[in-house]
């Protein structure tokens, strides 16, 4: 099985049905239905898809919306370890340094899946934009 940490991005393209990008993400979500890619999250990452998303959904509708992610993703939490390695990464963006130490942490992940891949340089994981992810897996 195929294992996939996503950004936020993509959560936020998934919920808000962002076009074109969501398409790909369906497609991502459907695999992981049947069982074919195992999906992971941050705990950042909910976090900051329910700040953004705040604005264009109301607060039980994306509450619920959220909640249900958890039938797809198994989230990973950002405790004190991932947040120190991330504060003396190399990595320009905390945010993303964030992403990379959780994303490490899993066993055999196979890749990042974000739309901002330019943020990932020097990564040691895979990162990949949706549609390539698609295409490739």
Do not use: W
């Given at each position: 099985?195929?294992?996939?940490?996503?950004?936020?991005?993509?959560?936020?393209?998934?919920?808000?049905?962002?076009?074109?990008?969501?398409?790909?993400?369906?497609?991502?979500?459907?695999?992981?239905?049947?069982?074919?890619?195992?999906?992971?999250?941050?705990?950042?990452?909910?976090?900051?898809?329910?700040?953004?998303?705040?604005?264009?959904?109301?607060?039980?509708?994306?509450?619920?919306?959220?909640?249900?992610?958890?039938?797809?993703?198994?989230?990973?939490?950002?405790d004190a370890d991932v947040l120190k390695k991330g504060l003396r990464s190399?990595?320009?963006?905390?945010?993303?340094?964030?992403?990379?130490?959780?994303?490490?942490?899993?066993?055999?992940?196979?890749?990042?899946?974000?739309?901002?891949?330019?943020?990932?340089?020097?990564?040691?994981?895979?990162?990949?934009?949706?549609?390539?992810?698609?295409?490739?897996?």
């Amino acid at each position: 099985m195929i294992r996939v940490f996503l950004d936020a991005n993509i959560l936020v393209d998934l919920i808000a049905d962002r076009q074109p990008f969501s398409k790909y993400v369906i497609e991502i979500f459907k695999r992981a239905d049947a069982k074919s890619v195992k999906l992971f999250a941050s705990s950042h990452s909910i976090a900051t898809t329910h700040y953004l998303l705040k604005k264009y959904l109301d607060e039980k509708s994306l509450r619920e919306v959220l909640y249900d992610l958890f039938d797809y993703l198994t989230v990973v939490p950002v405790d004190a370890d991932v947040l120190k390695k991330g504060l003396r990464s190399r990595h320009k963006d905390f945010e993303d340094a964030i992403q990379v130490f959780c994303a490490s942490g899993i066993e055999k992940i196979d890749c990042i899946v974000t739309r901002n891949t330019k943020d990932y340089k020097g990564c040691e994981i895979l990162v990949l934009p949706p549609d390539e992810f698609c295409m490739k897996f």
